[in-house]
């Protein structure tokens, strides 16, 4: 899931590309451009990510259901290969995504840097790695949590 | 009275409460008289021949289960559940919004950060239960129509009690430990902290509460010293039991009335308070009575199958419920 908490408006989201593994909505991913595919970085980085986004559009058996939670399975899941939106953000705006590991998450690591795994989950920065995404604390939205993320305009380490 | 006004009689009767009539020994009027000696005149038969062309028996429980489960009232779960009777090929979603915007202080002319409603989907757990037993054909013979209104009434209660236990087991899950709507009390009996909790939680949703536990509790509750007055003496003395607690109607369980396996009606060392409406039940299909006869063996074997209900609670942790643990 991948809410967004302040944007500027009118920003473009890139929806002709695929995903190669399977992913979910809010995790962080790279752009292959020799393969033209988001894929999962091949290590801990906070540079040029994207993070995905699906629009919420029921198909199936599910186009009889009139009342849907946001955080139904099959409006946050991307099957390998399937188109997805990638968002990026730019500095000042906050996002909030359920992708990532809750024991590190916790009210201690508010404003610690964040990066993306190799799993596309969020994570505490390693001490090397620069990122200018930073850890504002969790946040509820109806029976789920979110980790708050703030973009920062420079990229910085943990210490 | 002719063959029609028979029938007609039967058709119109509440098998179920003229079962339990026959049982308690309680005063027929008279068509009750003339359709009980019809139906005994039958199953006699049954019992000589051992064939049952019409599937009589099986027509008749089904009819009483039917009438009592679907039709009668059933106190605490009509108070805390919405109910209704869903079809066999049918089912169900509870959809439940928490507000969970946010507002906050702003400068004129700026942003604040969004936040969400999100509606959260609680699906049913579904139960088929099922209860069978066999009539011999001497017992129908000698007894026809008390037998049959025997088992009626005991099988719709088998069902009816394991339907309240589960539901009150998966009430009593959904509530762990360290939660706010949970307290451990640390001893066999209600003190008036514990009680005061229970009803401070329970009012406060400001619906209608009720609290509901085994009988010992709720007796230990009435004799909580401190805030008694002389209506409430002279009431515990004529009836034993005191109707309310601090407003809230109070329902005791009896503890000494087992189910069919020796179990308890409901969860041992707990006490639940309920506000309002919990959740959402409801009965699938219909319930079927099918009989097989074993003339090798002179007996019926009775099943009574397709018991389908299902519930869903509003929330996950079942929020308008406060569950206090005894030891």
């Not at chain 1, 799993?119 to 001490?127: K, T, W």
């Not at chain 2, 959809?95 to 969004?114: D, F, I, M, R, S």
């Not at chain 2, 899950?173 to 009390?185: D, E, H, K, P």
Request: hydrophobic share 40%.
């Amino acid at each position: 899931m991948l809410r967004t908490i302040i944007e500027n408006g009118g920003k473009a989201g890139k929806a002709n590309v695929k995903v190669t593994a399977a992913s979910k909505t809010g995790m962080g991913v790279v752009y292959d451009v020799a393969t033209g595919k988001y894929k999962f970085p091949a290590a801990e980085t906070a540079a040029d990510i994207y993070f995905l986004d699906k629009s919420p559009v029921a198909t199936g058996i599910d186009a009889a259901r009139t009342n849907t939670s946001d955080y139904q399975t099959s409006f946050n899941t991307f099957a390998a290969g399937e188109l997805a939106i990638g968002k990026v953000f730019a500095p000042g705006e906050e996002f909030a995504t359920d992708q990532y590991d809750a024991d590190t998450f916790i009210s201690t690591a508010k404003g610690k840097r964040v990066s993306i795994g190799t799993d596309g989950a969020l994570d505490i920065a390693a001490s090397t790695v620069a990122s200018p995404y930073i850890f504002l604390g969790t946040m509820t939205d109806g029976s789920h949590t979110l980790a708050r993320i703030l973009v920062a305009d420079t990229a910085a380490k943990n210490s | 009275m002719a063959e029609f006004d028979i029938a007609e009689a039967i058709r119109n009767t509440n098998m179920y409460e003229l079962a339990c009539k026959t049982i308690d020994k309680v005063e027929l009027d008279e068509t009750e008289k003339l359709v009980t000696a019809e139906l005994d005149q039958k199953f006699k038969d049954i019992g000589k021949t051992g064939y049952d062309k019409d599937r009589e028996i099986a027509a008749f429980i089904q009819k009483a289960v039917n009438e009592e489960l679907y039709n009668a009232p059933d106190e605490i779960l009509d108070r805390i559940f919405d109910r209704d009777t869903i079809t066999a090929a049918d089912d169900f979603e509870l959809v439940n919004a928490k507000n969970t915007l946010v507002t906050y202080e702003a400068a004129q002319g700026g942003n604040v950060p969004k936040s969400y409603i999100d509606l959260s989907v609680c699906t049913p757990k579904w139960k088929n239960r099922q209860v069978e037993t066999e009539i011999k054909y001497a017992d129908l013979e000698k007894n026809g129509w008390k037998t049959v209104a025997k088992i009626t009434e005991y099988a719709v209660t088998a069902l009816k009690n394991d339907m309240f236990t589960d539901i009150f087991n998966d009430i009593d899950g959904a509530i762990s430990s360290g939660a706010g709507n949970y307290l451990a009390v640390g001893a066999a009996a209600m003190s008036q902290t514990a009680a005061d909790s229970l009803a401070l939680y329970t009012n406060d949703w400001g619906e209608d509460p009720i609290i509901v536990g085994y009988a010992k509790y709720i007796q230990q509750m009435n004799k909580l010293t401190g805030h008694e007055s002389n209506a409430m003496k002279d009431e515990l003395y004529r009836t034993g039991r005191l109707p309310v607690f601090d407003g809230i109607p109070l329902y005791p369980i009896s503890g000494v009335r087992k189910k069919g396996d020796g179990t308890g009606l409901f969860v041992d060392k707990r006490v639940f308070g309920v506000a309002g409406k919990i959740g959402h039940l409801s009965m699938k299909g219909d319930v079927k009575t099918y009989e097989t006869e074993n003339n090798n063996l002179e007996k019926i074997d009775i099943k009574v199958a397709n018991f389908n209900y299902g519930w869903a609670l509003n929330s996950a942790t079942a929020d308008k419920v406060y569950k206090v643990v005894l030891s």
